[in-house]
């Protein structure tokens, strides 16, 4: 079964950081590019970041601007999502998904791997 494996998420308070590490199982990840998306309660799934399978960044949140950064270890096959400045706002799970070709989109539905998501709470 192909799917991701998300990890790092969890409490902090606004203003400190986490980093969200994704990594594939069953596959791995040269070829896709690879996208994180954040759902909050009651609100729809929305892309926040990806980097295609040669590096190349979008954005997909002007919310995050500044804030976070997506990197991606290829010998590893894993992929990063630094999250700095948390404000309650981003709490929400968190999603990596893996998009069948080797540039970015911010569609959801055209990603076909996804992990079971990682909870990001902001809170004093």
């Known amino acids: 079964q192909l799917q991701l494996v998300e990890s790092g998420g969890g409490l902090v308070q606004p203003g400190g950081s986490l980093r969200l590490s994704c990594a594939p199982s069953?596959?791995?990840?040269?070829?896709?590019?690879i996208g994180w998306f954040r759902q909050a309660p009651g609100k729809e799934r929305e892309g926040v970041l990806c980097i295609s399978s040669g590096g190349v960044k979008a954005n997909y949140a002007d919310s995050v601007k500044g804030r976070f950064t997506i990197s991606r270890d290829n010998p590893k096959s894993t992929v990063y999502l630094q999250m700095n400045s948390l404000k309650p706002e981003d709490t929400a799970v968190y999603y990596c998904?893996?998009?069948?070709?080797?540039?970015?989109?911010?569609?959801?539905?055209?990603?076909?791997?996804w992990g079971q998501g990682t909870q990001v709470t902001v809170s004093s």
């Open positions: 998904a893996a998009h069948p070709e080797p540039y970015c989109s911010g569609h959801v539905n055209e990603y076909a791997y």
């Open positions: 069953g596959f791995t990840l040269d070829g896709y590019a």
